[in-house]
């Protein structure tokens, strides 16, 4: 099965679900990307769907939002 | 392992999200609550910290909010 990919920002709502996700779906099943630390996937994130973050794409391409850390924009600034 | 809880409302964010959300932890792993058919339970919902679905109570008690279907108020009306 394709991996799941979750976005976060380490913010502290971001690890509390990246703790939740990780667990729920086993850390073998999930790609963790911190976009603070690889900005240079804010683009493809963006280009995903993903609004805000924590946010989950799941394999079938859909984009959980889950809870709200900070939005894409403030990532940017 | 405790199950999770994914409590929903029929509306097409909800089904959509429900299916991925069994899709990834597995349908033996999570009870699905329609609070529109269930409404004895919405009180039970708001108390453990649900105000909008679809969201997924976690084993560890934590809820994720994801996306948005409708707030919990809409569901009274």
Do not use: W
Not at 2 to 24: M, N, R, T, W
Not at 26 to 39: C, F, M
Not at 50 to 77: I, R, Y
């Amino acid at each position: 099965m394709k991996k799941s990919v979750f976005y976060h920002a380490g913010c502290p709502v971001c690890v509390s679900v990246e703790q939740d996700i990780v667990s729920l779906i086993g850390q073998d099943q999930v790609e963790i990307v911190h976009l603070g630390e690889s900005s240079g996937r804010i683009d493809e994130a963006e280009r995903l769907g993903v609004k805000s973050v924590p946010a989950l794409l799941t394999p079938s391409g859909n984009v959980l939002h889950l809870n709200f850390g900070a939005s894409m924009e403030d990532l940017k600034s």
